[in-house]
């Protein structure tokens, strides 16, 4: 997504852009719930990377450990910038 792109969408849209061998990068407004427990987090941040590589030590965020792990997609695939809109609201 391009900056001009994010300056044009709507503000309560939410954006979930994959990188490759990383983490998933959230844009817009979320809840994030657990299912272990009745925990919810709403962060603080216009955009929030969640870890897919399962080593981060505060998961469910990225602390960039996946580096360190030489995490990589299963595909294997060079990241092409796709992304997935969920609906507002």
């Known amino acids: 997504m391009s900056n001009r792109d994010a300056a044009r969408r ?45 080593v981060s030590t505060i998961k469910p965020y990225c602390d960039g450990t996946h580096k360190l792990v030489s995490f990589r997609t299963d595909d294997g695939r060079a990241d092409d910038g796709r992304t997935s809109e969920l609906p507002p609201g």
Request: with cysteine; glycine share 6%.
């Open 10 to 54: 709507d503000p309560n849209e939410v954006v979930i852009t994959e990188c490759r061998n990383g983490p998933l990068l959230v844009r817009g407004p979320f809840v994030l719930s657990s299912d272990q427990d009745a925990r919810t987090a709403t962060p603080r941040r216009r955009v929030v990377a969640l870890c897919r590589c399962g």
